[in-house]
């Protein structure tokens, strides 16, 4: 047995990935947050003048182009790290990086409502500093996992830590909402950057660089872990073939599948409270709710869609280039249908329905370029 016993919490690559899941936990949560806050911060409420008049006014009078600038502020930092992040961690180590990435965003986060009243500008930077720093932390856990997971082991770990964006999705949009309805918008930032920043600490004390610097590794996992490891570093390097690859139609079809659905993905994840709140009348409480119901879907969903990818494989049914060309184009086409279905059927019930089962299958084209 590698591992004394069946007990999780002595699986150390376990723990390092649980506490991973909730590094991405924090992440989505960090990232989405202002997507509620905005629309709490943007409303329109009554207002009773001394003379007794109400009026309606709102306590910050940003348009629809500037409120789309404050949310996409966010991914023109986002894009700059992605590559750096991975050679940071290879110098630096993963843990290091990756845990400085989401406190650094959750201190900045603790700061936004004093950025927001100070001046929209300064908010605006502020949301693509917080861009760069968590742009590294989606390369840099390759890092972690370098030293950590066994390749039998590898995507099982993975998955554990990354399935930790969508649960902080859904979680943290009702609970935006909640708190903005509850506390004032305000909470929001500090809630979530509070619960940032104690997952930092954990995480710092509780995971160590390799497994051979943790003191509560057991001999035995020590041991199955660094000799599946020095397998696959035994072997002799491969050189890159850089040409080759940037010449590659297959490699141009995946970037161009991963950008479209990326596209969608995030477009809807910024913009799709404000949507719930000013096209189909949510209430704010029931916005972060029904904001959520998509990425459960998908949550769900990507756990079928990765299994389905892989049975069809090795019962010998589909091909691997034809399991990608099948769920790849059937989860589009499915997006495109519901997507426009969403356009046209504008009730609550029908645009929501046509939203959950437009990102839902989505997960399906996960499956096709992974």
Known sequence: SDDPGWKFWKKRRYVVATLAFFGFFNVYALRVNLSIAIVAMTEY?????????????????????????????????????????GYLAARIGGKRIFGAGIAVTAGLTLITPWLAKTNVYLLLAVRIIEGIFEGVTYPCVHAVWSKWAPPLERSRLATIAFSGSYVGTVVSMPLSSYLASAFGWPSIFYCFGTIGLIWYLIWMVGVADTPEQDARISPEELKYITESLNNIDNKKRIKLPWRTVLTSLPIWAIIASHFSENWGFYTLLTQLPKFMKHVLNFDLKDTGFMSALPYLAMAIMMQFSGQFADWFQVKGILTTTQVRKVFNCSGFVAQTAFMMGAAYWLSPVGTTFCLTMAVGLGAFAWAGFR
């Open 45 to 85: 409420k009554n207002v009773t003048l001394i003379n007794g008049t109400i009026i309606q006014e709102r306590e910050f009078d940003w348009d629809s182009e500037l409120q789309g600038y404050i949310l996409s502020s966010f991914f023109y930092g986002y894009i700059t790290t992605q590559l750096f992040g």
